[in-house]
């Protein structure tokens, strides 16, 4: 008969109570992250909150009409889903690229991608939620100068037809 995992070895004398699950109450988010103007961050998961070793989960507002400089975050990858507004992310060597994402939709930036966040309304906040592959804090702000008109890019494959081919 095999075990199952976590049942030996290592794991035998874990009080699991205390290095178990933990929940973090939406209200009880740390603030005391990096913050850029126009925005408002708030960490969840974090190695000083839960221990976490490989993860940082959080939140971020952005104001109105507001968004980042161009920017990248090293080797690490980050998934942002919107939980209400309009996102609007641009990216490349000269920011040529755009695609926007509304309530429920994921956006993933892999390592090294330079980009940058925008808030598409002018009167509606952008709240999201921000999970990355670490949880350094790793931003490397880029001095790079963007196309006027940026490209829109569809997420095109066999299952998501192009807006333009009905």
């Known amino acids: 008969m095999s075990e199952q995992p976590g049942t030996s070895g290592e794991h035998d004398h874990v009080d699991w109570r205390e290095h178990g699950v933990k929940v973090i109450r939406g209200d009880q988010l740390d603030t005391h992250t990096a913050q850029t103007p126009g925005m408002n961050r708030a960490a969840a998961i ?79 906040p952008l709240e999201c939620v921000v999970v990355r592959s670490d949880n350094e804090a790793v931003v490397v702000n880029l001095n790079i100068d963007a196309v006027e008109s940026p490209e829109t890019v569809y997420w095109v494959d066999p299952i998501h037809k192009h807006p333009h081919d009905d």
């Open 46 to 124: 974090d190695a000083a909150r839960v221990g976490a070793q490989k993860i940082w989960a959080g939140t971020v507002t952005i104001h109105p009409n507001a968004k980042t400089g161009a920017h990248h975050h090293g080797a690490l990858e980050s998934v942002i889903y919107v939980v209400r507004g309009r996102a609007r992310m641009r990216w490349g060597e000269h920011l040529e690229f755009t695609a926007e994402a509304g309530p429920g939709d994921f956006i993933f930036v892999p390592p090294y991608v330079p980009h940058q966040e925008i808030n598409a309304s002018t009167d509606e």
